[in-house]
């Protein structure tokens, strides 16, 4: 079975360009989570979707950050414009249902340097 | 709402001796624990979780870890560890009856293993 794919893997940009993250999560999960990590700590929710539905967005910076996931399958995450402080790892992971007990499959992120 | 500590942020550890990585966690409800791993460039990767019953939990690659409600900790341990331990290692918490899985995650525990 095919992990969760992310692309690109590395993505280096000035400041103030804008850049767009991809993901596919496992075949059949309906929940999609991209996630921050920056470095040396733990990840941090961003934004969940179940399906096509982005049900909670609470901590996604929606001055410059956007997301979408049409047809409840793959999801983009956009920065626009990018800053310094943006420079992170950002996971993409997907779980089959909603409840907290469920497993989350993670990807292996993109790592973005914004100079 | 939920909060992680990971008391050590660095572990050194000789090849073939035991690791103990300490987890405490805060919460107002009853949660759910995980412990999650990455190995350098690369996403997370589920090791166990407690959802209810043995206080004692069994993961992959040898790794245990005991829940204490109590003490409000989770520590995971490896009897025995190797080479390919060294990594980065997460322990994380979610709400049983909070809405949708959200996960918290610890700002991470680096395990360097040494021969």
């Known amino acids: 079975e095919a992990g969760v794919v992310q692309s690109p893997r590395y993505k280096i940009i000035e400041k103030k360009q804008p850049v767009a993250f991809w993901c596919n999560p496992i075949?059949?999960?309906?929940?999609l989570y991209w996630y921050l990590q920056n470095l040396g700590q733990g990840p941090e929710l961003l934004i969940r979707?179940?399906?096509?539905?982005?049900?909670?967005d609470s901590q996604l910076p929606k001055d410059r950050f956007s997301a979408e996931r049409l047809k409840g399958v793959d999801s983009t995450l956009k920065i626009q414009p990018a800053e310094l402080g943006d420079s992170a790892v950002y996971l993409c992971?997907?779980?089959?249902?909603?409840?907290?007990?469920?497993?989350?499959?993670f990807g292996p992120g993109t790592r973005l340097l914004v100079l | 709402a939920q909060s992680v500590t990971q008391l050590d942020s660095q572990v050194p550890v000789f090849e073939e001796a035991p690791v103990e990585l300490r987890c405490n966690y805060s919460?107002?409800?009853?949660?759910?624990l995980f412990w999650y791993v990455q190995y350098p460039n690369q996403g997370l990767q589920l090791l166990l979780k407690?959802?209810?019953?043995?206080?004692l939990v069994k993961g992959i690659n040898g790794f245990e870890a005991e829940f204490n409600k109590s003490q409000t900790s989770f520590h995971l341990r490896k009897p025995s560890v190797h080479i390919s331990d060294t990594a980065e290692y997460f322990c994380?918490?979610?709400?049983?009856?909070?809405?949708?899985?959200?996960?918290?995650f610890g700002g991470g525990t680096r395990v360097l293993v040494k021969p």
């Open positions: 979707y179940e399906n096509e539905e982005a049900v909670d």
């Open positions: 075949s059949g999960h309906n929940t």
């Open positions: 407690y959802l209810s019953g043995s206080t």
């Open positions: 992971a997907s779980s089959l249902g909603v409840s907290g007990s469920e497993t989350q499959y």
């Open positions: 919460s107002s409800v009853s949660v759910y």
């Open positions: 994380a918490v979610s709400g049983v009856k909070a809405a949708g899985n959200k996960l918290t």
